[in-house]
């Protein structure tokens, strides 16, 4: 072996321990830079965890209260419905006494009446007319008078 080959294999070895060291270099520098990102990962984790946990809190104060408003508007619901019903309830059995009670003497009173006129009516044709009296001079006058 010449010494230009010797130069060129010692360039060859130095290159490659060169390149190794720079892999290594890169693995520990990706290694740390790994160990940082999860430690920033932790403390931002630990960060919502405790802004959420908070959060989370009054949120299941509010779910519920709204449950229990919820509850209470259905409670006071079903109680106006009741108070409606009766109140129509009563108001049906207070027309039906007022009709029962005005209604029916007024049609019996409108019976009476009819039954009165029509008696009326049947006497009258019964009974003998007179004879309408011989016109005077005056009455024709009073025909005439328009006013």
């Known amino acids: 072996m010449n010494d230009s080959s010797n130069l060129w294999l010692a360039i060859i070895a130095i290159s490659c321990m060169v390149m190794a060291l720079v892999q290594v270099g890169a693995i520990i520098a990706g290694a740390i830079a790994a160990r ?8 931002l ?4 965890e405790h802004g959420v946990q908070p959060l989370m809190e009054r ?7 709204a449950a229990r408003l919820s ?3 259905v409670q006071q619901a079903e109680k106006a419905d009741v108070a409606l019903s009766s109140a129509a309830q ?7 006494v007022v009709q029962n009670a005005v209604v029916a003497p007024a049609r ?3 019976a009476l009446a009819s039954a009165l006129r029509a008696a009326v009516g049947s006497i009258r044709k019964g009974a ?3 004879r309408a009296a011989a016109p005077t001079a005056g009455d024709d ?3 005439l008078f328009i006013g």
């Open 59 to 65: 949120l299941t104060v509010i779910s519920a209260d």
């Open 36 to 43: 940082q990102l999860q430690a920033r990962v932790a403390r």
């Open 128 to 130: 003998p007319r007179r």
């Open 108 to 110: 019996e009173g409108m």
């Open 90 to 96: 009563r108001m049906d059995q207070t027309l039906s």
């Open 71 to 73: 509850a209470l508007a």
């Open 141 to 143: 006058d009073d025909a």
């Open 45 to 48: 984790e630990q960060r919502v």
